[in-house]
């Protein structure tokens, strides 16, 4: 069951992605005095207000708000799509942290007009996940653990990546229908980081549902599959009807933890080191059998 509920609500939410017009996030003045009442309107954003040193601040979430173990016993005020505005102003909130792309834009509106002080961050690369703790660290006065993470943070990122040789990767968030991402996506980001080619990368916006053909008619030596709530091998298990795939072929078909995927939080890099693992693992096998990736050499 929770890994029904895991797979709608990133659904959903790189749903909103795709499809919600961009709000530039609206900068707000530092308050006179460091936040001290906080609720985030994204399961990531709970994760960075920890990450920037205000954990304890923290008063409201939304749903799928799971890490850290914390956060589960804070009040929900909503989800992805809809929130509950008489929770929040119950809340007595003095910081409303949105997802500029996971948050409606007429939310936002409402919160504003309601003269909540809303900050409104969007990642657009991974590297902007090290400038929102800072940020986070400023509005809520924890800027010396905020830079001190931030900092581990771009260090870590800098020492990640991949090997020479190209693989070509279709990144599987959902297969019903088939769901994936972009270039332009954080994930598409990864993947590069990785020495992975998004088999789909050069399509327009940040994600985009595909059909069966056009992956086949792809060719993807890997295929990547988010793994709902410990739901294991059965977001692969469909392709064992497609043998002569070279991903299926060659066994190169794995699982990476969903939130790891999907949330620009610090777990983001775990999730970047697992997906550079699985890809050093594919070469590695190609070395020893070129041919598993369905070409002379692995791309």
Request: aromatic share 6%; net charge negative.
């Amino acid at each position: 069951m929770r890994a029904v509920r895991c797979c709608l609500a990133l659904g959903a939410a790189l749903a909103v992605l795709a499809g919600c017009a961009r709000e530039a996030a609206a900068p707000a003045a530092v308050p006179a005095a460091p936040a001290q009442r906080i609720v985030a309107l994204a399961p990531h954003l709970a994760e960075l207000v920890f990450s920037a040193g205000a954990g304890e601040r923290l008063v409201g979430v939304v749903a799928f708000s799971d890490f850290p173990p914390e956060v589960e016993a804070l009040p929900q005020v909503g989800d992805a799509f809809r929130v509950d505005y008489e929770a929040i102003t119950a809340l007595r909130p003095d910081l409303v942290l949105a997802w500029t792309s996971g948050n409606p834009p007429e939310t936002v509106a409402r919160l504003r007009a309601l003269d909540l002080n809303v900050v409104a961050l969007e990642p657009e690369r991974i590297a902007d996940i090290a400038d929102h703790i800072e940020r986070i660290g400023v509005l809520a006065g924890t800027t010396a653990v905020a830079a001190a993470t931030a900092m581990r943070f771009r260090e870590r990122l800098a020492a990640l990546g991949g090997g020479a040789d190209p693989l070509r990767v279709f990144v599987q968030i959902a297969d019903r229908p088939y769901f994936t991402v972009t270039d332009r996506h954080f994930l598409g980001q990864a993947l590069r980081l990785c020495g992975g080619e998004n088999v789909f990368g050069s399509l327009p916006g940040l994600t985009a549902t595909v059909g069966l053909e056009a992956i086949l008619e792809a060719r993807p030596a890997v295929i990547v599959a988010s793994d709902m709530g410990g739901a294991g091998a059965a977001p692969l298990a469909g392709w064992a009807a497609w043998p002569d795939l070279p991903a299926v072929r060659a066994g190169n078909l794995y699982t990476i933890d969903a939130d790891l995927l999907s949330r620009p939080s610090v777990r983001i890099l775990d999730g970047v080191q697992a997906l550079c693992g699985v890809l050093g693992e594919v070469r590695a096998k190609a070395r020893l059998q070129p041919q598993i990736s369905g070409r002379s050499a692995p791309r």
